[in-house]
């Protein structure tokens, strides 16, 4: 199999973007696994290295993706060099720079010059603009890779986060907690379990996958007592996908289930929004969590934190979960290609 050309993008410059790429390339193995290609700043790169003492990292300045040689770390500049850096500000003119690599990674995914993406974190207010209106990367790359073709069961975005044998899909993503009940429906849930059937079985090889889908409300809703959500919208969601030979289980309340060790026997989760199944999921993963957006044509990962703005450039950064990042998305599009 070729070698895969895999985009990074800079994420915001004022967080500890670049400190855990830099970190991550630091192992010279990288090369040998795959061709690097960051979007972002030379400069900013050089920035950060300097400003922590960091080890250099030899990067090679491009034009396009086609220009990138295996064997070494490629940067394409996508911002200029008045690229006003301050570590730790949310700063408008770090959104532009994180959408301007964005874009044009994206630009190189759909043209198949790149085989998979890796995000580093952005700022999701920094990076608000006419050009940019969501709440965060896994609705801007459903709308920017699929034409906006989100009617197709095989071009939606399905927010997944990963660790070993750990999965946790979310029925819904970016929503207010108040608008969470409202916007489950028996379809919602169907499609979803569905999607996440159809990733575990393409984009981690698993034959037969189980999957437990958690309740809305505590205790499973207590038969009504609790909640009427359980009873009308996730069991019967549930039953349906099992009529349709998906291995569905459930609802689960959430906190027995990840308090038990429950989900160990379990290929995949789907927790019904963020929260729910982000807390736990960190507090398991550890610094080893992966965010990948399945349900798309093209392969995207990232690191399961934030900017970090608090620590940026204090060396303090840890670069496992970009790391595991980069070794997911060459996993998974190396299960899509073997079909």
Do not use: W
Request: hydrophobic share 40%.
């Amino acid at each position: 199999m070729d070698k895969l050309k895999i985009g990074i993008t800079q994420g915001d410059t004022n967080g500890i973007g670049y400190e855990v790429i830099l970190k991550m390339l630091e192992d010279p193995r990288i090369a040998d696994l795959c061709t690097i290609i960051v979007y972002g700043s030379a400069k900013a790169a050089a920035f950060y290295r300097k400003a922590m003492e960091l080890p250099p990292v030899q990067f090679q300045r491009i034009d396009t993706a086609d220009d990138a040689r295996d064997g070494a770390y490629n940067i394409i500049n996508v911002v200029g060099e008045d690229l006003k850096i301050e570590p730790g500000v949310p700063s408008e003119a770090a959104g532009k720079a994180a959408l301007a690599a964005l874009d044009a990674a994206v630009a190189d995914l759909r043209a198949g010059t790149i085989d998979a993406l890796v995000t580093a974190p952005i700022d999701k207010h920094s990076i608000q603009s006419a050009e940019f209106h969501f709440p965060g990367h896994t609705e801007y790359l459903e709308a920017s890779l699929t034409d906006g073709a989100t009617d197709d069961a095989d071009s939606k975005a399905l927010m997944m986060l990963c660790a070993d044998g750990l999965r946790v899909a979310l029925a819904t993503t970016h929503l207010p907690l108040r608008d969470v009940p409202g916007a489950l429906t028996k379809e919602l849930i169907v499609d979803r379990i569905t999607r996440l059937d159809r990733s575990l079985r393409r984009d981690f090889g698993i034959e037969r996958p189980r999957i437990a889908v958690l309740s809305l409300n505590p205790h499973a809703g207590e038969k009504g007592l609790l909640g009427s959500e359980e009873q009308e919208t996730i069991a019967p969601a549930i039953e349906e996908a099992y009529a349709s030979r998906i291995l569905a289980f459930g609802p689960y309340a959430a906190d027995g289930f990840f308090g038990s060790g429950a989900y160990t026997r379990f290929d995949g989760i789907l927790a019904m929004y963020h929260d729910q199944g982000l807390a736990p999921f960190k507090t398991i993963a550890m610094d080893a969590g992966v965010n990948f957006t399945a349900g798309l044509p093209f392969v995207r990962t990232s690191p399961d934190h934030g900017t970090g703005y608090d620590i940026a450039a204090q060396g303090k950064a840890n670069p496992e979960s970009m790391r595991s990042a980069l070794y997911a998305a060459i996993d998974i599009s190396r299960n899509r290609a073997r079909g």
